[in-house]
């Protein structure tokens, strides 16, 4: 007789971005408990986890082929607006949700979840965390993820910190769980490859200003020149018109059309585990790939040329091992990482990544095995930030009690093929305002 099935678990993930919708399906993924110890011993076979995705339509919705390049399927995937997910919640049932959202996003899907739960007692369990490194806003991202059954940390350090925050303004702490990034993985590095291969990691909105971008294009095509048997590689994250989690205004792409590169030189799209698997060097300001790159043992920089400061994110690398300048890239320096720094990081190197998500996927199935969730709780309310909490709610069309306002688009029926048409249009308008129409008046102003 074929072996009985349990009923898969239903996983539902609400993001902003593309980067926030690759950490939030891989988050996912690796949080799905395992099959019990009775249905082991019943033989029973465990399905496969339904994974339905969730993008909140807005500036950084991302493209067909910006979710193509993440790798991660899901069983369905749509746009919707806060107002039109919350709908949703109310009338499907899942297991899990994963809210990978900006912090205004999460505490307001927090509010409106509450509000559309409250005669529930079977809800989700709900989920949140960041997708990278937390170098600024600490206390105010976390307070506005709190209430959430799991907010993730992504390493022993950020566990620390975050418990830190919320024992700080007396919040309870217990949802804190370590775990460690969703993306890392994939081979080992073993040596140099032919061509030795240098990838500059570019990143949306940092280094800002065209002074700043345009040093660090010149000194990487100043790298190829000097390095004619090497591979110089610009890893870029869009392309033009594209939206990634920052906004773009000075793409790499529209800079690098006015040098003369050597052939040596080229700019790159594409999943950066992929890239990193012909990679002998990894050059970065401050992006989340340094990570990626040292738990793969790449050799990796963080470039102190702009200086080591809080407004780039490389502050968070001292002590790494891996801060280091385009003079010393030139004349072959090779930075070796400080251990004890990687071991804190949640970059796990040493092999014990494998494990880093077993407390998550633990307490989840506590929570699921409970015969009812309590209330999601989070720490603002109308009480305690009428300053401050009406407006996050606000800006998706929220009342303070989480319920939708008055005139909120959508709010109980699926968006028509015209109001799809407009919103597209506007999408449009709106990145090429960010990105051709917001710089030419900059400059006119500086004339």
């Not at 401050?286 to 738990?295: D, G, K, P, Q, W």
Request: hydrophobic share 40%; charged share 25%; aromatic share 6%.
């Amino acid at each position: 007789m074929p072996a009985s099935t349990t009923k898969p678990i239903r996983i539902a993930v609400l993001a902003d971005s593309d980067t926030r919708w690759k950490w939030g399906a891989l988050t996912a993924d690796r949080i799905v408990p395992a099959p019990s110890a009775e249905a082991v011993t019943a033989d029973a076979a465990q399905a496969a986890p339904v994974l339905d995705g969730f993008l909140l339509r807005g500036r950084a919705t991302p493209t067909p082929r910006q979710l193509a390049e993440v790798g991660v399927r899901a069983d369905s995937l749509r746009e919707v607006t806060a107002v039109e997910f919350l709908r949703t919640m109310a009338q499907e049932s899942y297991d899990v949700l994963v809210l990978a959202l900006v912090g205004g996003g999460v505490q307001a899907m927090l509010h409106g979840l509450k509000r559309v739960w409250e005669d529930r007692a079977d809800r989700p369990v709900v989920v949140t965390g960041y997708v990278g490194v937390v170098y600024e806003k600490l206390a105010d991202g976390l307070l506005l993820r709190h209430g959430a059954d799991l907010v993730l940390a992504n390493s022993r350090q950020d566990a620390e910190r975050f418990r830190a925050v919320y024992d700080g303004v007396g919040a309870d702490s217990s949802a804190v769980t370590e775990v460690a990034l969703p993306f890392l993985g994939g081979a080992p590095y073993e040596g140099e490859h032919d061509p030795y291969t240098v990838v500059f990691a570019a990143q949306p909105s940092v280094p800002d200003s065209r002074k700043d971008r345009t040093y660090l294009l010149d000194r990487l095509v100043r790298h190829a020149r000097l390095h004619p048997e090497r591979e110089v590689l610009l890893k870029l994250r869009s392309k033009p018109g594209e939206h990634t989690t920052h906004i773009e205004e000075l793409p790499y792409q529209k800079l690098a059309q006015k040098l003369d590169p050597p052939p040596n030189f080229r700019l790159v799209y594409g999943n950066m585990g992929e890239v990193l698997d012909r990679t002998d060097l990894l050059v970065t300001v401050s992006s989340t790939a340094a990570l990626e790159s040292l738990h793969r043992r790449v050799p990796t920089v963080v470039l102190t040329d702009l200086g080591i400061r809080e407004a780039l994110g490389n502050h968070h690398f001292v002590g790494s091992g891996c801060l280091a300048s385009w003079d010393q890239l030139d004349a072959g320096h090779r930075p070796v990482p400080d251990p004890g720094w990687v071991a804190r990081q949640g970059v796990e190197a040493d092999g014990e990544y494998a494990t880093a998500f077993d407390a998550a996927r633990e307490r989840i199935a506590k929570l699921l095995a409970a015969d009812a969730l309590p209330p999601l709780t989070p720490y603002y309310t109308p009480a305690t930030a009428p300053g401050y909490l009406p407006g996050i709610l606000a800006r998706h069309h929220l009342g303070p009690d989480g319920t939708p306002l008055p005139g909120a688009p959508a709010h109980d029926k699926d968006p028509g093929p015209v109001r799809q048409m407009v919103r597209r249009a506007a999408r449009g308008a709106y990145r090429h305002g960010v990105q051709r129409v917001a710089p030419a008046i900059r400059r006119m102003g500086e004339l």
